[in-house]
């Protein structure tokens, strides 16, 4: 995280966890959930980072690297993609745009040196260069007056979902109906931020985590790598996998557990009256020697107790429990039901 940029938000009352550049709030963390579901909200997307790749000949690269169809991503549209390991488990999630000639990836922070460090490996002798873009602030803004603050700021709403306006340097994605991502240089950023919170209130990184959590939007963090293949996230139904494309790591597995209908474990929302976190395993007494699904992301929930979306095993998905067989009981409803 850029230092200049964490020294802002903690002058603007940001509260850090720690030494980690997770927001807890700006103060009333509760209001901020309850601002989430209700009202309009600005969050710095700190939890998140970006890497961006260049060169002659970047777009085969990332198009034999990434699930998603690279190749026929268009200027002015994102994408969601996934890098998988050999196995096909997903070692991290990105969203995915094309910017300045090239393409720049958010991912969860906590991947950020692992993965630019891994993807290197695989340059050999292209003419491709991966840079993490710790100058670039990212900040998610939510609901129903999402598009009069970006106005205010001085900057384009996108009007359909994974759709981008460029201004200047600055460009906004639009994520989803009322969730916006802007990627602004740092030097732009504290400007930016005072123009957005005139109409939109500040939040931490739990408020937008319980927003993804509302959008089913799975997000593969440190505590989750390598844990599943895709269509266990239900990746290829947000246009996260394509199976019309050439080899990438774990293709040949992705593509057979998609046609031999061999997926049994799929995405769920979870309800919990006890605390959740990324990578809490979930049993089930149905299931008695092992796990029956793991945690991606969680978060409070607006109205008390806890949310979350996990990757469970879907015959046992009607009696989970947190961390054993007799922990907390949780209420998992499938994201797409069959």
């Not at 890098?83 to 990836?105: H, I, N, P, V």
């Not at 602004?184 to 123009?195: E, G, S």
């Not at 979306?309 to 989970?320: C, G, I, K, P, R």
Request: net charge negative; proline share 6%.
């Amino acid at each position: 995280m850029n230092p200049n940029w964490r020294s802002f938000l903690a002058a603007a009352d940001a509260a850090f966890s720690d030494d980690s550049p997770l927001i807890d709030s700006f103060g009333d963390a509760a209001g901020e959930l309850q601002a989430a579901a209700r009202q309009t909200v600005v969050v710095p997307l700190t939890h998140l980072a970006v890497i961006e790749a260049v060169g002659e000949e970047v777009k085969p690269f990332l198009h034999n690297q990434l699930t998603s169809d690279v190749n026929h991503l268009q200027e002015g549209q994102a994408q969601h993609a996934a890098w998988c390991s050999a196995k096909g488990r997903m070692q991290a999630s990105f969203l995915l745009w094309r910017a300045d000639g090239g393409y720049r990836m958010a991912l969860a922070a906590d991947l950020l040196e692992a993965t630019e460090k891994r993807l290197r490996m695989f340059i050999l002798r292209a003419k491709v260069k991966l840079a993490a873009r710790d100058d670039l602030v990212l900040l998610g803004l939510a609901g129903a007056q999402a598009g009069e603050a970006l106005a205010d700021a001085g900057l384009i709403t996108p009007a359909t979902a994974l759709e981008i306006a460029v201004d200047g340097d600055c460009v906004t994605l639009r994520l989803d109906g009322e969730r916006f991502i802007v990627a602004a240089p740092v030097a732009a950023a504290p400007d930016l931020w005072q123009k957005l919170t005139v109409k939109a209130r500040p939040a931490g990184t739990p408020a937008w985590r319980w927003l993804d959590v509302r959008a089913a939007l799975p997000l593969v963090t440190l505590a989750t790598k390598e844990e599943f293949v895709p269509q266990m996230a239900d990746f290829e139904k947000i246009g996260g996998v394509s199976f019309h494309k050439g080899c990438y790591p774990g293709q040949e597995i992705v593509a057979r557990a998609q046609y031999l209908g061999k997926v049994k474990r799929h995405l769920y929302r979870l309800a919990s009256a006890a605390p959740l976190q990324a990578g809490d395993d979930l049993f089930s007494p149905d299931n008695p020697d092992q796990s029956s699904g793991k945690v991606m992301s969680a978060a409070p929930a607006p109205n008390g107790g806890f949310a979350a979306l996990a990757v469970v095993q879907s015959n046992f998905a009607a009696h989970l429990h947190i961390g054993s067989h007799q922990g907390p009981p949780v209420e998992a409803v499938a994201v797409h039901p069959a």
